[in-house]
Structure formats: structure tokens, C-alpha cells
């Protein structure tokens, strides 16, 4: 009886710790743990169901709505959690770094393939750029090699102080030089910063719609990931 307590007890302990923070039991413990060590998780979650985010945010779920309805078939979630330190002006650097589309140049892309590191986006050029209240709307030509010039639409919602809400999507058809097309609207990225008790969340989505090619899923699968992580990672070394 005192070892089925006791096993039981310790369940609990281990089932609800995931519970403690805005994430379903999609994220394992471990995966927790590594979060909280500071580690950016990143997940080849490959279906919504997969989603570990658990929030009672309207917008936040808004988005994560959308991306259900786009039925993706590459699916990446990234996910960091840092300790909330006085004066880190989380949300301040994350929305200054994010709303200056041009420098999206810099971000480091490191391929798996060619083992090589080049910018993640060759060119950026703002079309459009439009602020009211909380919300910054930019329309951007950028290029993300393998794919030509394409055009995207950007927002990013902050209070500059405990919230952050960024958004993407392509407008147009993008054209790969070599064979894959993705079509309108079907590149999708979500960015949200949050206070969550004595922490910050800062969380990631990546989702692509794309052609299923034969003898080159994996391939574009790898590649994608990589740039997810590639701007992730970029965003958040700014908060060091």
C-alpha cells in the first residue's frame, strides 16, 4: 500500500509539473527540463495535434487556429524559457529586433547538407510599413534561397513591456530555382513573448505547405527545420 502511494504520489508530482506552465502533456518532462536549463527546444511536431502550447490567449490560439486550417505538412515548434530578471526588457529588444525587417539579411543559416553558413535571407526590401497602436504591419520582398523573390506580409502586435505577437506569410506563389513551389499563404511563421508567472515564454511555430516530392522529403524537411531554428535562434541570442 505505502509503494502504490508512493508511486502514485510521485505520478502526480511528474504529471502536473508540465501543467505549471502554459504547455500540454505534448511536451515531455524532459523536454521541459531542457527548456527550463535554458536549451532552445526545437520540435519536428509534424501535425497540430503535436502542438504543446496551452494558452489562454485569444490571439495566440487565433493563430494556432489558422495554422490547423493550413494543414501543413512541415510543422516545427521552438520553444525557450527564461527566468524573468528585472530590467531584461524582453519584449522591448524582441519587437525592436523584429521590426527591422531589412537586417533579417544577417541571420546565419547553417546547411546541413552543404555544411556551409550563409544569410538566411540574401535580400529584404520594405514595400509597406504601417503602424497604429499596438500593431506594425509591414509589406517585405525578401529572398530565402532555394526560392526567388517573393512577397510577404509582417505584423507584429507588442505592449512593450509583457506581450509580443509576430506573424508572417507569403502573398504570392514562391518558386524554388530547382522544384518545389510554395503556394500563396501556405509559409507561415508565429512568434509570441509572454510573462508567465516568474518566467518568460518565448515560443515558435513554423509551418509550410508544400508538395510531398518523392526521394527528396527528407531533404526539405532538414532544410526547413533549420531555417526555423536559423531566425528563432537569431531572436532570441539578442536577449543575452
Known sequence: ????????????????????????????????????????????????????????????????????????????????????????????????????????????????????????YSYCKILSDFQSGEIHNFTVDMEMPPFEVYTAEISIKTDYENFLLYKSKNLNDMACVSFVRVKENNLRSVVAAFRYNEYWIIYGIGAAKAPKIKFFTHRIEVAFISRVKSFCSFATSFLD
Do not use: W
Open 1 to 120: 500500500m505505502k509503494f502504490a502511494f508512493a508511486f502514485f504520489a510521485g505520478f502526480f508530482v511528474l504529471f502536473s509539473a508540465s501543467f505549471a506552465f502554459p504547455f500540454n502533456s505534448k511536451l515531455s518532462e524532459q523536454e521541459l527540463d531542457s527548456a527550463l536549463n535554458g536549451e532552445i527546444l526545437i520540435r519536428n511536431i509534424s501535425s497540430y495535434k503535436n502542438i504543446c502550447l496551452d494558452v489562454e490567449n485569444a490571439e495566440i490560439n487565433s493563430c494556432l487556429d489558422e495554422l490547423k486550417e493550413l494543414n501543413p505538412r512541415y510543422f516545427v515548434e521552438v520553444l525557450q524559457i527564461r527566468k524573468l530578471i528585472d530590467g531584461d526588457e524582453v519584449i522591448k529588444k524582441l519587437s525592436e529586433l523584429l521590426s527591422n525587417v531589412e537586417s533579417y539579411t544577417e541571420i546565419p543559416y547553417y546547411s546541413e547538407r552543404h555544411k556551409i553558413t550563409t544569410p538566411l
